[in-house]
C-alpha cells in the first residue's frame, strides 16, 4: 500500500513563502505523477500542479509564475515551493500520486497540510 505524507504547512503573512514537502512510501515500482491540490472551505478540491515522470508540469493559472514543484525521484519526494502567497491560497492542501506498486496500479491521496494565509 502507497502512502503519502505532506509536512510544511502553516500560517504566513500575504507575501510570504511556503514549502510543501510529500514524500511517497510503500512497494512503489513507479511513479507516474505526483502533484498538489487544494480545497478551500466551502469549495471544490482544485489542480494547483502535477508533474509527471516525463517532468512535464502543469500549474493551475491561478498559482502559475509563483508556485513551483520539483521532486527527488531517490527519496519519492515531491516539494511545492509557494511564493507571493495570496489570502485566497489558503486551503488544506492535498498531495497526491499514481503509479504502480507491487499490489499493481495505485491512485492514492495524502491526508492533507493546512495553509493559512493572513495578516
Known amino acids: 500500500q502507497v502512502q503519502l505524507v505532506e509536512s510544511g504547512g502553516g500560517l504566513v503573512q500575504p507575501g510570504g513563502s511556503l514549502r510543501l514537502s510529500c514524500v511517497a512510501s510503500?512497494?512503489?515500482?513507479?511513479?507516474?505523477?505526483m502533484g498538489w491540490f487544494r480545497q478551500a472551505p466551502g469549495k471544490e478540491r482544485e489542480l494547483v500542479v502535477v508533474i509527471t515522470s516525463g517532468d512535464t508540469t502543469n500549474y493551475a493559472d491561478s498559482v502559475q509564475g509563483r508556485f513551483t514543484i520539483s521532486r527527488d525521484n531517490a527519496k519519492n519526494t515531491v516539494y511545492l515551493q509557494m511564493h507571493s502567497l495570496k489570502p485566497e491560497d489558503t486551503a488544506v492542501y492535498f498531495c497526491?500520486?499514481?503509479?504502480?506498486?507491487?499490489?499493481?496500479?495505485?491512485?492514492?491521496w495524502g491526508q492533507g497540510t493546512q495553509v493559512t494565509v493572513s495578516s
Open positions: 497526491y500520486s499514481a503509479g504502480i506498486s507491487a499490489a499493481g496500479s495505485y491512485d492514492t
Open positions: 510503500g512497494s512503489i515500482y513507479r511513479i507516474h505523477a
